[in-house]
């Protein structure tokens, strides 16, 4: 268990530099990422050494912690590649690595004797003593198994070593594979989801060809829309982060490199704010409306607590493969300066309307937006160009990188 005076890591996830500076301005106490080779999300693999130092450099400025995903299954061609690039991100200053293959664990304790190693959630670490052996070997962390209960995790953390750090998924996107572990993709597309290139077969919708009615297509049970029997729920954990730290949580792991800067805007910040208001008075802990609010103004799908509570009992969502998107970011704050705000337009929206503002580390307000001006100071009418420049009259002072939203009809 955590104990009093502990602060819970909230860990953000990081696909870009524009999602690095927002997982920083919104409270991340630390953020995984991945270089140009071995981590699971080949689409946000954009951290080459010179980003990466950057990177890693601007985190540790702020007093934020960054890990590098090293998680994919490597082939031989790929381990005789890896001793030079674990040197390169030692000398770029990242504080752990996430691995999953033990030959990779061995690598980097060769190479570098004193990094830090997490064991990812690929790993499938379900037990006391898988997680022992690990910390055995040099492991600083275990990325613990989304399929475990709370109890479960309680049973870990009073068996393990009080210096093992155990870190749990609470919030995203789940696979509906055993940790993570899924060997769909390749087989039907060729795209390796071990080597992060998962085409996710598992959110298509689904029905039957009977082998004599070729080309007659069958739902899987009596519904016109098909089925869609892989796709899960998202994760949200936000109204009982007492429980999972409670449990023995070390690090609040949030899903989403490959999701927008919005998304790791607004969920880092309610899950920052919910655990410093858990920290200030944990007995008798409930979030404030709020911030449950706050993770259902980004996409997502329907929410469930996954196997925490036990066995799910609807894990999965059948309607869609889609999202539920009922808010659109419409601008970013890049600074404010003598009275008006300025800004870059995400999303189309006119002059007088009323938005909704979110500052860091602040709960969301209307703001109404009285007139509008272009990149040349001209009044204009709506900010119809995308990701043009603009600002708009604002007495008082805006942080840069607060979000401009509005309700989606």
Partial sequence: MVQSGERPEVLAPVGDWERLEAAVRYGADAVYLGSTEYGMRAASAVFGPEELARAVSYAHSRGVRVYLTCNTLPRNDEIRRMPEFLREAGRCGVDAFIVTDMGV?????????????????????????????????????????RELSLEEIRDIRDHTPPELELEVFVHGAMCMSFSGRCLLSNYMTGRDANRGQCAQPCRWNYRLVEEKRPGQYFPVFEDDSGSYILNAKDLCMLEHLDDVIRAGATSLKIEGRAKSTYYVSVVTNAYRMAVDSYLENP???????????????????????????????????????????????????????????????????????????????????????????????????????????????????????????????
Wanted: with cysteine.
């Fill in 105 to 145: 664990l061995s690598l980097v304790k060769e190479i570098l004797p004193d990094a830090e190693v997490h064991i990812s959630t690929q790993t499938g670490v379900v037990n006391y003593r898988a997680a022992s052996e690990l910390y055995r070997m040099g492991a600083k962390r275990v990325v613990l198994a």
């Fill in 283 to 409: 007995e008798g802990w409930q979030p404030e409306p709020w911030l449950s609010e706050e993770v259902r103004k980004v996409s997502h799908r329907d929410y469930s607590t996954g196997f925490f509570y036990g066995r799910p009992e609807e894990g999965q969502r059948y309607e869609t493969g889609g999202y539920i998107r009922r808010w659109d970011i419409a601008a970013l704050v890049d600074h404010w300066a003598d009275g008006r705000a300025y800004c870059i337009q995400k999303n189309k929206f006119r002059a007088g309307e009323t938005l909704e503002l979110l500052q860091p580390g602040r709960k969301p307000e209307p703001i109404h937006i009285p007139a509008l001006y272009g990149a040349d100071g001209g009044e204009i009418p709506d900010t119809r160009h995308p990701a043009m420049a603009f600002s708009f009259p604002c007495a008082r002072e805006l942080v840069p990188g607060s979000i401009l939203r509005k309700a989606v009809d």
